[in-house]
DNA sequence: GTTGGCTACATTTTT
DNA sequence: TGTAGCCAAC
């Protein structure tokens, strides 16, 4: 039933520890036990972190404040466990979120242990590729083979579409989107078709929401595929259903490290609880050193699982006792609540692993005391947070404060930020070393708009990535295909390509025939293929498909599969199809095709590297080049960066007003987590920017600064671009104008901050960029230069990590003004429907465009040609008559 | 099967 | 304002 495979060995162990491992390991044991000194990998930890180290029985929750080793720790711990003859690898059970902390965590492992040393390595990988694995041994127990492949999240979508219009439902009515997106928030809880709310069920598609969940659950299983959602929702499942499963795994994992313990949802959570906690008196609690059991408290003890259908543990009555579990975490960079990551996990840890023993971090190995200080004050905002301090011992008079700049607009901050790295640069400051962190994506924009005028290196990181390319999509589709030839996904979306001739007609005859003879679309077309139930123009393309696959598919234990692969996409006339394509794109995705063959070389089996395509999503780029980064902030987490720029500080951008608005006050402190998380991102220079106009939505919005700026303590800031009254200082954290209440109506409620007149020394100058000859370039160059991945224009280089062909949008911002205010003025009014007071050809003032005639009016909103800035359009609250 | 015009929408994103 | 996605028309 277990289905233990060959490479746990662990079962023929006996019960007490292992004998100590060989190599670096049992060198380290004599080392210490001979002359009592710390063995090696210790030295250097300071004494928290040392703690953290060794306290290895019994819960253990660290609080790794940003930049206080937490990584170090963690991979040390590891170290220690099997230096000290604890465990054996195999024994332990590490996870994190990402791919790249995986990585970086292995990479660090292998340095202290030496790869060749142990024999195997941890079970170390993000959630859901040890979820892959689990379910991989126990397929069966969740309705699948064990070959089994994952799909993304288009298919996700396609399918889902498939069957709510199979349903009779309106798809436009019902987006198959939104519903993917209610389907993974419910598997993010651990919820099955039958356990989620009523309310949640009747949402969606007339009442159908269940119904649907329940056949889209089936169809997986038909197809034997997962979704990301099933890689963690399946084990948790299977561990309830079949206690001896899970029992096996209590026996084997001897110690659990969790990282970014703040990001668990709660199916992760649970998933860890399962793992974590055993039935008392079992004897994988045998080496905890009775902590665990002393301090336990009785509140949660008797309600092993919490969450809405946290069944009983499977062990009964049993009370539970937790393992030798310990989670890393920093409860002040938590910013992933939006999908589903539940802060509440970290701070209730001493409450659900009972006797825990926390260790803080504070001591921050990476940035000024002034930055420190002031991502401390600002963070101590927050409520409900377990409360933590960094400092440092660093006390360099040389070091900057922390530098708030103000901004006409966008185009000014990204004017003034060009410059300032130029500053940096000349001072012989890497481009590498900087970086520009934005709320939001469409921030990007102005910046890669200036920096290809300026000729500046930079690389956008984040958005779309490889393996979601549209020829690499395609090509794993064949792939697939021939790995499980059940994946009617990837069937259906390349049996026409290259075009062949098989439109939608012949398509839904494949599928239906498909559906009413329970088999495989692949193995349908092949029927019909020999059946006269075609025209023979189609038929003789599906025989030509049908064969193929049957080839390849025969070739799959014969040939490599690299080769195979190539062979594939050559005999499809994929690749044919690319080098016939005219279009400037068509070379680079030849070029992506090849890329993704070469990168198959580094896997076993086909399988075993789509498994990785499916679960991996970054490309790993290589960073040969000095370029400034750009990215948001939530992809910053985890970075640092010597000098560090943070630009578009106004309200309604950062804290984003939809965060404010969806999530009332913790929505607030989210935000102030990510500006936590932005503050100490830096190491020794911070600067932090803000408008007082920003383009959204095509409209000129006049914007206020942050309330975050108030939020930083005056002594370790230094508000530059003087020449202006900022009013002093006066009141300059207001004492929690803002601290009660959801936001309140009025958006500016502590309306004395020091920044308000900042910005507003530069009325009356008009700098017209848009007619300028570098603007005019820019614009023509931004074309050709973000249409590839990398762009190379007159020595000037783009890169751009993770970023197809799909340009994914710059247009954003807010979606809503209502109760904004704009200089004063509630604006929800005038832009809902009051008609503007101005007539066509009035002469009117515009405090950024200067004088002009108005030559359209909607509503509201006015087009006006301006004398100097050309044709604009602006809301009519920003212009007067003159 | 492609193309153009229309509409809806515009935070953050891992796996 | 920009764009993606969809449908109707060629």
Same mark, same amino acid.
């Given at each position: 039933?277990?289905?233990?495979?060959?490479d746990?060995?662990?079962?023929?162990?006996?019960?007490?520890?292992?004998?100590a491992?060989s190599?670096?390991?049992?060198r *380290?044991m004599?080392?210490?036990?001979?002359q009592?000194?710390a063995?090696?990998?210790?030295?250097?930890?300071?004494?928290e972190?040392?703690?953290?180290?060794?306290?290895?029985?019994?819960?253990?929750?660290?609080?790794?404040?940003?930049?206080t080793?937490?990584t170090r720790?963690?991979?040390?711990r590891?170290?220690?466990i099997?230096?000290?003859?604890?465990?054996?690898?195999?024994?332990?059970?590490?996870v994190?979120?990402?791919?790249?902390?995986?990585?970086?965590?292995?990479?660090?492992?292998?340095?202290?242990?030496?790869?060749?040393?142990?024999? /195997?390595?941890?079970?170390?990988?993000?959630?859901?590729?040890?979820?892959?694995?689990?379910?991989?041994r126990?397929?069966?127990? *969740?309705g699948?083979?064990?070959?089994?492949?994952?799909?993304?999240t288009?298919?996700?979508?396609?399918?889902?579409?498939?069957l709510?219009?199979?349903?009779?439902?309106?798809?436009?009515r019902?987006?198959?989107?939104? &519903?993917?997106?209610?389907?993974?928030?419910?598997?993010?809880?651990?919820?099955g078709?039958?356990?989620?709310?009523?309310?949640?069920?009747?949402?969606?598609?007339n009442?159908?929401?269940r119904?649907?969940?329940?056949?889209?659950?089936e169809?997986?299983?038909? $197809?034997?595929?997962?979704?990301?959602?099933?890689?963690?929702y399946?084990?948790? !499942?299977i561990?309830?259903a079949y206690?001896?499963?899970?029992?096996d795994?209590?026996?084997? %994992?001897?110690?659990?490290l969790v990282?970014?313990?703040?990001?668990?949802?709660?199916?992760?959570?649970?998933?860890?609880?399962?793992?974590?906690?055993?039935?008392?008196?079992?004897?994988?609690?045998?080496?905890?050193?009775?902590?665990?059991?002393?301090? #336990?408290?009785?509140?949660?003890?008797?309600?092993p699982l919490?969450?809405p259908?946290?069944?009983?543990?499977?062990?009964g009555?049993?009370?539970?006792?937790?393992v030798?579990?310990?989670?890393?975490?920093?409860?002040?960079?938590?910013?992933? /609540? +939006?999908?589903?990551?539940?802060?509440?996990?970290?701070?209730? &840890?001493?409450?659900?692993?009972?006797g825990?023993?926390?260790?803080r $971090?504070?001591?921050?190995?990476?940035?000024?005391a002034h930055?420190?200080?002031?991502?401390s004050?600002?963070?101590?905002?927050?409520?409900g947070?377990?409360?933590?301090t960094?400092f440092?011992? @660093?006390?360099?008079?040389?070091d900057?404060?922390v530098?708030?700049?103000a901004?006409?607009?966008? =185009?000014e =901050?990204?004017?003034a930020?060009?410059?300032?790295?130029e *500053?940096?640069?000349?001072?012989?400051?890497?481009?590498?070393?900087?970086?520009?962190?934005?709320?939001?994506?469409?921030?990007?924009?102005? %910046?890669?708009?200036?920096?290809?005028t300026?000729?500046?290196?930079?690389?956008?990181?984040?958005?779309?990535r490889?393996?979601?390319?549209?020829e690499?999509?395609?090509?794993?589709?064949?792939?697939?295909?021939?790995?499980?030839?059940?994946?009617?996904?990837?069937?259906?979306r390349?049996?026409?390509?290259?075009?062949?001739?098989l439109?939608?007609?012949?398509?839904?005859?494949?599928?239906?025939?498909? !559906?009413?003879?329970?088999?495989?679309?692949?193995e349908?077309?092949a029927?019909l293929?020999?059946?006269?139930?075609l025209?023979?123009?189609?038929?003789?393309?599906?025989?030509?498909?049908?064969?193929? &696959?049957?080839?390849?598919?025969?070739?799959?234990?014969?040939?490599p599969?690299?080769?195979?692969?190539?062979?594939?996409?050559e005999?499809? /006339?994929?690749?044919?199809?690319?080098k016939n394509?005219?279009?400037?794109?068509?070379?680079?995705?030849?070029?992506?095709?090849?890329?993704?063959?070469?990168?198959?070389?580094?896997?076993?089996?086909?399988?075993?590297?789509?498994?990785?395509?499916?679960?991996?999503?970054?490309?790993?780029?290589?960073?040969?080049?000095?370029?400034?980064?750009?990215?948001?902030?939530h992809s910053?987490?985890?970075?640092?960066?010597e000098?560090?720029f943070?630009?578009? +500080?106004?309200?309604?951008?950062?804290?984003?007003?939809?965060?404010?608005d969806?999530g009332g !006050?913790?929505?607030?402190?989210?935000?102030? @987590?990510?500006?936590?998380?932005g503050?100490?991102?830096?190491?020794?220079?911070?600067?932090?920017?803000?408008v007082?106009?920003?383009?959204?939505?095509?409209l000129w919005?006049?914007?206020i600064p942050?309330? %975050?700026?108030?939020?930083?303590?005056?002594?370790?800031?230094d508000?530059?671009?003087?020449?202006?009254?900022?009013?002093g200082? /006066?009141?300059?954290?207001?004492?929690?104008?803002?601290?009660s209440?959801?936001g309140?109506? #009025?958006?500016?409620?502590y309306?004395?901050?020091?920044?308000?007149?900042?910005?507003?020394?530069?009325?009356?100058?008009?700098?017209?960029?848009y007619?300028?000859?570098?603007?005019q370039?820019?614009?023509?160059?931004r074309?050709?230069?973000?249409?590839?991945n990398?762009?190379t224009?007159?020595?000037?280089?783009v =890169?751009?990590?993770?970023?197809?062909?799909t340009?994914s949008?710059?247009?954003?911002?807010?979606?809503?003004?209502?109760? #904004?205010?704009?200089?004063?003025?509630?604006?929800?009014?005038?832009v809902?429907?009051?008609?503007?007071?101005?007539?066509?050809?009035? !002469?009117?003032?515009?405090?950024?465009?200067?004088?002009?005639?108005?030559?359209?009016?909607d509503?509201?909103?006015?087009?006006?040609? %301006?004398?100097?800035?050309?044709?604009?359009?602006?809301?009519?609250?920003f212009v007067?008559?003159?």
């Amino acid at each position: 039933m277990s289905g233990f495979s060959e490479d746990m060995p662990f079962f023929d162990e006996p019960n007490a520890r292992p004998a100590a491992p060989s190599g670096i390991a049992a060198r *380290a044991m004599a080392a210490r036990s001979t002359q009592n000194s710390a063995p090696d990998y210790l030295k250097g930890l300071n004494p928290e972190q040392r703690l953290a180290v060794e306290t290895t029985e019994g819960p253990v929750l660290v609080l790794a404040g940003a930049g206080t080793g937490k990584t170090r720790v963690l991979t040390t711990r590891i170290a220690h466990i099997l230096a000290t003859g604890r465990a054996f690898p195999s024994q332990i059970l590490a996870v994190t979120f990402t791919n790249k902390a995986a990585r970086e965590m292995k990479q660090r492992i292998g340095l202290l242990i030496g790869e060749g040393n142990v024999e /195997g390595m941890p079970w170390l990988g993000t959630f859901h590729s040890i979820g892959v694995k689990l379910l991989r041994r126990h397929a069966e127990l *969740a309705g699948l083979k064990s070959d089994f492949t994952i799909l993304d999240t288009d298919d996700v979508v396609r399918l889902i579409k498939q069957l709510i219009q199979a349903e009779n439902l309106d798809d436009k009515r019902w987006p198959a989107k939104q &519903f993917a997106q209610m389907i993974d928030n419910w598997k993010n809880k651990g919820l099955g078709p039958d356990e989620i709310p009523e309310g949640d069920a009747r949402s969606f598609g007339n009442g159908k929401g269940r119904q649907l969940y329940k056949a889209y659950q089936e169809r997986l299983q038909t $197809l034997n595929t997962c979704d990301f959602g099933d890689l963690l929702y399946h084990p948790i !499942r299977i561990f309830r259903a079949y206690p001896d499963v899970l029992k096996d795994y209590h026996r084997k %994992f001897k110690y659990i490290l969790v990282d970014e313990y703040q990001d668990t949802n709660t199916a992760q959570y649970m998933w860890l609880r399962l793992l974590a906690q055993r039935p008392n008196g079992g004897r994988a609690s045998a080496s905890a050193d009775s902590r665990s059991a002393e301090g #336990r408290k009785p509140d949660r003890a008797s309600e092993p699982l919490r969450g809405p259908h946290g069944g009983p543990a499977p062990a009964g009555a049993e009370q539970p006792v937790s393992v030798n579990i310990c989670c890393v975490g920093d409860d002040d960079q938590s910013i992933y /609540g +939006w999908r589903g990551a539940e802060v509440d996990n970290i701070l209730r &840890f001493d409450k659900d692993f009972p006797g825990a023993t926390i260790i803080r $971090l504070e001591r921050n190995y990476r940035s000024t005391a002034h930055i420190l200080g002031a991502a401390s004050h600002l963070i101590a905002h927050n409520e409900g947070r377990f409360g933590k301090t960094l400092f440092t011992d @660093r006390d360099d008079p040389e070091d900057d404060k922390v530098h708030v700049h103000a901004a006409w607009d966008s =185009e000014e =901050e990204a004017r003034a930020v060009g410059e300032a790295i130029e *500053a940096y640069q000349r001072q012989k400051h890497n481009l590498n070393d900087m970086a520009i962190l934005v709320r939001a994506s469409f921030q990007m924009r102005a %910046f890669e708009d200036r920096f290809i005028t300026l000729g500046l290196n930079y690389r956008v990181i984040g958005g779309p990535r490889f393996y979601e390319r549209l020829e690499i999509r395609d090509a794993l589709a064949f792939f697939r295909v021939v790995s499980n030839s059940g994946d009617d996904l990837a069937f259906e979306r390349i049996v026409n390509v290259p075009k062949r001739g098989l439109g939608e007609a012949t398509i839904r005859q494949i599928h239906d025939t498909a !559906r009413a003879m329970q088999i495989p679309m692949l193995e349908a077309a092949a029927r019909l293929a020999e059946s006269d139930e075609l025209k023979p123009k189609p038929r003789a393309a599906l025989r030509e498909v049908a064969a193929n &696959f049957e080839r390849w598919q025969k070739a799959l234990e014969t040939t490599p599969h690299t080769e195979l692969a190539e062979t594939i996409l050559e005999e499809s /006339g994929y690749t044919d199809m690319w080098k016939n394509d005219r279009s400037a794109e068509a070379p680079g995705r030849l070029e992506n095709l090849k890329e993704l063959i070469r990168s198959m070389e580094e896997y076993e089996s086909l399988r075993a590297f789509l498994e990785h395509v499916a679960l991996v999503m970054e490309a790993e780029q290589g960073e040969s080049l000095d370029a400034v980064s750009i990215m948001t902030l939530h992809s910053a987490k985890g970075l640092e960066f010597e000098t560090v720029f943070l630009p578009g +500080w106004e309200e309604g951008l950062f804290p984003h007003q939809r965060a404010l608005d969806e999530g009332g !006050r913790s929505g607030l402190e989210e935000e102030r @987590r990510l500006a936590y998380v932005g503050l100490t991102r830096a190491k020794k220079n911070l600067h932090i920017w803000f408008v007082s106009n920003r383009l959204i939505h095509g409209l000129w919005q006049s914007t206020i600064p942050s309330r %975050f700026l108030d939020e930083l303590p005056e002594t370790h800031v230094d508000v530059a671009d003087g020449g202006n009254s900022y009013g002093g200082y /006066g009141n300059p954290y207001g004492g929690g104008a803002f601290a009660s209440g959801r936001g309140g109506g #009025r958006q500016n409620p502590y309306g004395a901050s020091r920044f308000d007149n900042i910005g507003a020394k530069d009325q009356g100058s008009f700098s017209n960029t848009y007619a300028t000859p570098g603007w005019q370039r820019a614009q023509a160059n931004r074309t050709e230069a973000t249409d590839r991945n990398w762009g190379t224009r007159s020595g000037h280089q783009v =890169e751009r990590i993770g970023y197809g062909e799909t340009d994914s949008g710059y247009g954003a911002g807010r979606t809503s003004v209502k109760g #904004r205010t704009i200089e004063g003025e509630l604006v929800a009014k005038s832009v809902a429907d009051t008609p503007s007071a101005f007539k066509l050809g009035d !002469r009117v003032f515009h405090q950024k465009f200067g004088n002009g005639n108005i030559a359209a009016i909607d509503g509201n909103k006015l087009t006006i040609d %301006f004398d100097k800035a050309g044709q604009k359009r602006v809301l009519d609250g920003f212009v007067t008559s003159v």
